[in-house]
């Protein structure tokens, strides 16, 4: 390993304890910051009866409070434009985005010079250690309107001297004639738009992605590339190596990347974040060891806008590794899926990207799309779980191929589904994030 593996070597290769010590100097100094300009926080401490003086080393941070979505959705509906929790003055913020959530209603996250150098630096540490290099030439075909990694990768790419395309969603052609044109050799994208375009580039130009010369792709925003079945045919259809990158509207746009070891997304903003896992359950932290799974917690350490002490993402991820081939030292994970998404089967806690990955793994007699039908609002379901399976090209009965389905469901995840199996191209396809659930209880049955 040289420097030039890094981007920045010192910090990329730290050991836990200097970056500990690092943390625990700068998450005095942001406290310092929410107790002086933070109404939110000084009324939340208050209520716990936490004081500045209870935070004298990092393991303190256990003591105080969680953030949630919701109480800075509330802070935002009662205090427009950007909420109560807002600790930066107004004529200091310079871009405001906003993430759309689950309930539709966007909330926004505003952010200052200092924040965006921030961001800057963090997604193109994370990107960098994706493989992304000055030569390169980079499609963005992914969100640029309000989006959270949408401008903030603009940036981090531009810092890095790597050439950023701004072509946004909905626009294949235009992706299209980027690589054709001017050589772009790599895309950022989400993994249901990498496979989307795949299909566009067979069906409307009769070509082979492959030929094309996009050889890394970085995808993000959903699980999906981390799902060793998607991933493998990503890589298969593009001729390119598949890492995924993983951040948070709230917190900052790119915070986890893969290295080209593809083990896990390694976390890239050591002295900006700290992070926690904890059990979503009991609320107890989790020691950062391979193999612990649990909710997946930030706290800024430098932060002016929007200081965000004990963040609950709802992202549940699986930590993989804490050494790496690549040299660097902070942890490694992958994204199983959002609280949110999680839907529980007999007692069993089930994401759909993991019901996706076994109906995958049956290819090429499945293409891969599946649907999870839900009759009535989750996450509580109904056993069976009603799966829609594509049949792919191979000939298998598939009257076998359903009964085999369901027999691995049960073997791999603990529960028992009933599939359906119709032929390839009846699920719909999604340009940006794939919908792995319907709603059959919505919309007089017709929901999505
Ligand atoms: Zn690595």
Same mark, same amino acid.
């Given at each position: ?29 942001? &406290? ?49 434009? &950007? ?12 871009r405001?985005n906003?993430?759309?959530? +689950? +309930? ?7 952010i200052?010079?200092?924040d965006a150098?921030i961001w800057t630096r963090i997604t193109a540490?994370s ?17 640029l309107?309000?989006f959270v990694a949408g401008l903030s990768s603009k940036d981090a790419i531009?810092s890095?001297? #790597? ?12 992706? &299209?004639? #980027? ?6 050799? #790599? ?40 799902? =060793? ?18 951040g948070?509207a709230?917190?900052a746009p790119i ?31 989790? =020691? ?40 660097? +030292? ?7 899926? %959002? ?43 109904? =056993? ?15 009257? +076998? ?11 791999? &995840? ?14 719909? %396809? ?9 709603? #059959? ?8």
């Amino acid at each position: 390993m040289t420097t030039e593996d890094y981007l920045d070597a010192e910090i990329e290769t730290a050991s836990p304890e200097e970056i500990q010590h690092l943390q625990q100097g700068k998450l005095a100094k942001q &406290l310092d910051y929410l107790f002086a300009r933070s109404a939110f926080y000084r009324e939340k401490f208050e209520k716990v009866g936490i004081r500045r003086e209870h935070y004298r080393e990092l393991s303190d941070l256990s003591q105080f409070p969680f953030t949630t979505k919701e109480e800075l959705r509330l802070s935002q509906a009662a205090c427009p434009p &950007l909420g109560r929790h807002i600790a930066a003055d107004w004529a200091d913020v310079i871009r405001v985005n906003s993430s759309t959530g +689950t +309930t539709g209603k966007p909330s926004f996250v505003g952010i200052t010079r200092r924040d965006a150098e921030i961001w800057t630096r963090i997604t193109a540490r994370s990107f960098y250690t994706q493989g992304l290099r000055k030569a390169d030439a980079v499609i963005h075909a992914a969100g640029l309107t309000m989006f959270v990694a949408g401008l903030s990768s603009k940036d981090a790419i531009e810092s890095l001297g #790597a050439v950023f395309i701004p072509i946004g969603t909905g626009a294949s052609e235009k992706a &299209l004639a #980027a690589i054709q044109f001017l050589g772009a050799n #790599a895309m950022h994208c989400t993994p249901s738009y990498a496979t989307y375009f795949a299909d566009f580039v067979r069906r409307e130009a009769g070509l082979d992605p492959k030929d094309l010369g996009l050889r890394k792709l970085f995808c993000g925003a959903e699980p999906g590339a981390g799902i =060793p079945s998607v991933r493998n045919r990503l890589q298969q259809d593009w001729g390119a190596r598949v890492t995924e990158g993983l951040g948070n509207a709230d917190m900052a746009p790119i915070i986890f990347g893969e290295c080209p070891n593809q083990s896990g997304m390694h976390f890239n903003g050591q002295e900006f974040i700290a992070v926690e896992i904890i059990d979503p359950d009991t609320n107890e932290v989790l =020691p950062m060891e391979t193999g612990v799974t649990g909710e997946l917690v930030y706290t800024s350490l430098e932060r002016e806008c929007v200081p965000l002490l004990r963040f609950r993402t709802r992202d549940r991820v699986t930590v993989t590794g804490t050494v790496c081939p690549c040299g660097r +030292t902070s942890l490694k994970l992958r994204c199983i899926g %959002r609280t949110d998404d999680m839907l529980i089967v007999l007692g069993v806690n089930v994401f759909p990207s993991a019901v996706k990955d076994v109906v995958s793994s049956f290819s090429p007699a499945t293409t891969g799309e599946i649907q999870i039908v839900l009759d009535q609002p989750g996450p509580q379901v109904v =056993p069976p779980l009603r799966v829609v399976a594509e049949f792919g090209k191979a000939m298998v009965e598939t009257a +076998t191929l359903k009964t085999e389905i369901e027999r691995k469901l049960k073997a791999a &995840l603990s529960i028992p589904a009933a599939v359906d199996l119709v032929p390839a191209g009846t699920l719909p %396809r999604f340009e940006m994030k794939g919908q792995l659930v319907r709603k #059959a209880y919505e919309n007089g049955g017709k929901g999505r």
